[in-house]
């Protein structure tokens, strides 16, 4: 059974930076793309980055290039967001999220919550 | 602010159907396949549909998914209380290169 837990998420001022981590198990890690995807409280899903198997390839949504890099360290199983100047919008619960087919996310961690503000 | 648009809500009795619709553009529905996912109140999301009208192993054949155009819309027949729930669209934005999801539709079982 494939599964994904999300750390890392906490109280950070604006301007401040964090980075979360989704650790993943029941899965060949390398062989599957990985997002991010963010909700606001109260909100509808947002989807942030996603990076390929190889890491080779990612992709931001435009709310957040520039400030947040997605990476992948296949020997721990591990995918990162590093959120650089978050700003009060960024609050959220952000889920890691991972592929099954190119445009389906088949399963999902249980989410970590980020909150910005002073 | 989402390229693809759903109703907010919609509801029906009890073992009724109840059709949700995803309406975008030739960039992402129109020339990709759509997801459909339920988010339980409280919980992680749920992938319901992929590739327009397959079922991940799991999911009872009361939920459908169909694709028309640059439209797309989930089906629950059969429904039940334990049916109430957000559900999203989703698909590859191939001119934005950026994953995108519909603006949600609630279910409310009356």
């Known amino acids: 059974e494939v599964q994904l837990l999300e750390s890392g998420g906490g109280l950070v001022q604006p301007g401040g930076s964090l980075r979360l981590s989704c650790a993943a198990s029941?899965?060949?890690?390398?062989?599957?793309?990985i997002n991010w995807v963010r909700q606001a409280p109260g909100k509808g899903l947002e989807w942030v980055s996603g990076?390929?198997?190889?890491?080779?390839?990612?992709y931001y949504a435009d709310s957040v290039k520039g400030r947040f890099t997605i990476s992948r360290d296949n020997s721990k199983n591990t995918l990162y967001l590093q959120m650089n100047s978050l700003r009060a919008e960024d609050t959220a619960v952000y889920y890691c999220?991972?592929?099954?087919?190119?445009?389906?996310?088949?399963?999902w961690g249980q989410g970590t919550l980020v909150t910005v503000s002073s | 602010q989402s390229v693809l648009t759903q109703p907010p809500s919609v509801s029906a009795a009890p073992g009724q159907k109840v059709t949700i619709s995803c309406s975008g553009s030739?960039?992402?529905?129109?020339?990709?396949?759509v997801s459909w996912y339920q988010q339980l109140p409280g919980t992680a999301p749920k992938l319901l549909i992929y590739?327009?009208?397959k079922r991940p192993s799991g999911i009872p054949d009361r939920f459908s998914g169909s694709k028309s155009g640059t439209s797309a819309t989930l089906g629950i027949t059969g429904l039940q209380t334990g049916d109430e729930a957000d559900y999203y669209c989703?698909?590859?934005?191939?001119?934005?290169?950026?994953?995108?999801f519909g603006t949600g539709t609630k279910v409310t079982v009356l």
């Open positions: 030739s960039s992402n529905i129109g020339n990709n396949y």
């Open positions: 029941g899965l060949i890690f390398s062989n599957y793309a």
């Open positions: 989703g698909t590859w934005d191939s001119s934005l290169s950026v994953y995108v």
């Open positions: 990076i390929s198997g190889s890491g080779g390839r990612t």
């Open positions: 590739e327009n009208n």
């Open positions: 999220a991972k592929d099954v087919v190119d445009t389906a996310m088949g399963s």
